[in-house]
């Protein structure tokens, strides 16, 4: 037992000066990993005490534990168990069937004893970042034994039970302790095994590309040193803080955009879907500079943001409406009029009504969608109602605040973003009649 103690202070000792990096970057470590990026494998190693009890055949004795465990869940993880004791001694035991004395419990003086198991652990904090993981184990396994044990069988199954704690370094150190029952189905004895593990997670290091620059750190590889991602808010664990398909390094260092806005110049593209499948410019909400938004003109129009000639004629209104009203003040009349004055001289030509909101803190996102939505049919009326415009040629659309042009205020919001919006589609150019074909009838 003492020699046991003296093992596994070792343990933890070798661990806590060679596998724990400094407090800070521990910290920083721990604070920026979520589950979802931390893989899943791990292994561990270490030494325990099997307890066996007074009338088994086997003396107590230490043995190596070896583990393969899977994170399946926060909550939950699997782990397959190699247990090998090279040294259990003879003991002595009371023959129960002839109530003789005591005798030697096996036929040999020592015998080796293997196990095999798999458990499931609980694990009792469910935060990402935990350090101190406490967790209850349950499972089942065997125990072999080299020697003949009289009246038991081999090898002998086991229910395994407990609990344990482990310390986490890092996402990818631990050190742990684990208390787990045994108990045999054959003659249901009750053993002990409590042991101490050092683990590591492999792979956590993998993605994470330390490279030098200027002697810092770049834990995620993405060409900003983890100090400077500290100061702009990005997370130093992901390459992609916003998700916009542009390295938090090529947004600041490149392209000058914000690596927490996916959409920079709020034109309906993710700044990587401009640099990399648009080529327009994620800076500018209009790149050819034709009147309409590079996501518009993608996702609605159809045309090519990097021509203006094909762009769409575009009004943009901020129609001041009452709060939950949907009706157009006379004061605007006079944009309308204008409009109307586009579409009537264009007879082929069809128009896209767009109204927008802004976002604020109480916004509702149902609400406002439908709100937005009314007022574009409110435009709609006033055109077919007062200049005869059929309603066919114009397309009511609400979208709430789902599209600012601009950052919102979470108490005022963004008059910006308070707008209608119409595009106008030109009609089609008749076609003349060729040289010596039949003139139109008149």
Same mark, same amino acid.
């Given at each position: 037992?003492?020699?046991?103690?003296?093992?596994?202070?070792?343990?933890?000792?070798?661990?806590?000066?060679?596998?724990?990096?400094?407090?800070? %970057?521990?910290?920083?470590? $721990?604070?920026?990993?979520?589950?979802?990026?931390?893989?899943?494998?791990?292994?561990?190693?270490?030494?325990?005490?099997?307890?066996?009890?007074?009338?088994?055949?086997?003396?107590?004795?230490?043995?190596?534990?070896?583990?393969?465990?899977?994170?399946?869940?926060?909550?939950?993880?699997?782990?397959?168990?190699?247990?090998?004791?090279?040294?259990?001694?003879?003991?002595?035991?009371?023959?129960?069937?002839?109530?003789?004395?005591?005798?030697?419990?096996?036929?040999?003086?020592?015998?080796?004893?293997?196990?095999?198991?798999?458990?499931?652990?609980?694990?009792?904090? #469910?935060?990402?970042?935990?350090?101190?993981?406490?967790?209850? #184990?349950?499972?089942?396994?065997?125990?072999?034994?080299?020697?003949?044990? !009289?009246?038991?069988?081999?090898?002998?199954?086991?229910?395994?039970?407990?609990?344990?704690?482990?310390?986490?370094?890092?996402?990818?150190?631990?050190?742990?302790?684990?208390?787990?029952?045994?108990?045999?189905?054959?003659?249901?004895?009750?053993?002990?095994?409590?042991?101490? $593990?050092?683990?590591?997670?492999?792979? *956590?290091?993998?993605?994470?590309?330390?490279?030098?620059?200027?002697?810092?750190? @770049?834990?995620?590889?993405?060409?900003?040193?983890? %100090? @400077?991602?500290?100061? $702009?808010?990005?997370?130093?664990?992901? !390459?992609?803080?916003?998700?916009?398909?542009?390295?938090?390094?090529?947004?600041?260092?490149?392209?000058?955009?914000?690596?927490?806005?996916?959409?920079? @110049?709020?034109?309906?593209?993710?700044?990587? %879907?401009?640099?990399?499948?648009?080529?327009?410019?994620?800076?500018?909400? @209009?790149?050819?500079?034709?009147?309409?938004?590079?996501?518009?003109?993608?996702?609605?129009?159809?045309?090519?943001?990097?021509?203006?000639?094909?762009?769409?004629?575009?009004?943009?209104?901020?129609?001041?409406?009452?709060?939950?009203?949907?009706?157009?003040?006379?004061?605007?009349?006079?944009?309308?009029?204008?409009?109307?004055?586009?579409? $009537?001289?264009?007879?082929?030509? *069809?128009?896209?009504?767009?109204?927008?909101?802004?976002?604020?803190?109480?916004?509702?996102?149902?609400?406002?969608? %439908?709100?937005?939505?009314?007022?574009?049919?409110?435009?709609?009326?006033?055109?077919?109602?007062?200049?005869?415009?059929?309603?066919?040629?114009?397309?009511?659309?609400?979208?709430?605040?789902?599209?600012?042009?601009?950052?919102?205020?979470?108490?005022?919001?963004?008059?910006?973003?308070?707008?209608?919006?119409?595009?106008?589609?030109?009609?089609?150019?008749?076609?003349? !009649?060729?040289?010596?074909?039949?003139?139109?009838?008149?």
């Amino acid at each position: 037992m003492k020699h046991l103690s003296m093992i596994v202070s070792g343990l933890v000792v070798i661990a806590c000066a060679f596998l724990a990096p400094t407090a800070a %970057q521990a910290q920083m470590d $721990l604070e920026n990993s979520t589950f979802e990026e931390n893989p899943p494998w791990y292994a561990g190693a270490g030494v325990g005490l099997i307890k066996f009890e007074g009338d088994e055949a086997t003396k107590s004795g230490a043995f190596i534990n070896l583990r393969l465990g899977y994170d399946y869940t926060q909550r939950w993880s699997f782990e397959g168990v190699f247990n090998l004791a090279p040294v259990l001694g003879s003991n002595d035991v009371y023959n129960f069937d002839s109530g003789a004395d005591a005798r030697e419990g096996m036929d040999e003086e020592n015998c080796v004893g293997v196990g095999l198991a798999v458990d499931a652990l609980m694990h009792l904090f #469910l935060a990402p970042d935990r350090r101190i993981d406490p967790f209850l #184990l349950a499972g089942v396994g065997f125990m072999y034994y080299t020697a003949d044990r !009289p009246n038991r069988i081999n090898p002998d199954p086991t229910i395994r039970f407990g609990a344990g704690v482990a310390y986490h370094f890092n996402p990818a150190w631990a050190v742990r302790a684990d208390a787990i029952g045994v108990m045999t189905i054959d003659k249901t004895e009750f053993n002990f095994m409590p042991a101490a $593990l050092v683990t590591y997670k492999w792979g *956590t290091d993998v993605p994470r590309s330390l490279r030098a620059d200027g002697g810092l750190t @770049d834990t995620d590889g993405d060409g900003l040193p983890d %100090q @400077d991602e500290l100061r $702009l808010k990005t997370d130093p664990r992901n !390459p992609d803080t916003d998700g916009d398909g542009l390295l938090d390094g090529e947004e600041v260092l490149k392209y000058k955009t914000d690596p927490l806005n996916p959409d920079s @110049d709020y034109d309906g593209l993710t700044d990587g %879907q401009e640099v990399y499948a648009h080529k327009t410019d994620p800076n500018v909400r @209009d790149t050819d500079k034709g009147g309409v938004a590079d996501g518009h003109e993608v996702i609605e129009d159809l045309t090519n943001p990097l021509d203006p000639s094909d762009d769409l004629l575009l009004f943009t209104l901020e129609i001041e409406f009452d709060t939950d009203k949907s009706v157009i003040k006379p004061v605007y009349f006079g944009d309308l009029d204008k409009i109307a004055k586009v579409l $009537l001289r264009d007879p082929n030509s *069809t128009a896209r009504i767009e109204g927008h909101a802004d976002k604020r803190k109480t916004s509702v996102a149902d609400y406002n969608l %439908q709100l937005s939505e009314r007022r574009a049919r409110a435009v709609v009326d006033y055109l077919a109602d007062k200049h005869g415009i059929a309603r066919s040629r114009m397309k009511p659309v609400g979208y709430g605040f789902n599209r600012p042009v601009a950052p919102n205020d979470p108490v005022i919001g963004n008059i910006k973003n308070r707008r209608v919006e119409v595009y106008i589609r030109r009609g089609a150019i008749p076609t003349p !009649p060729r040289a010596g074909g039949n003139a139109p009838a008149r």
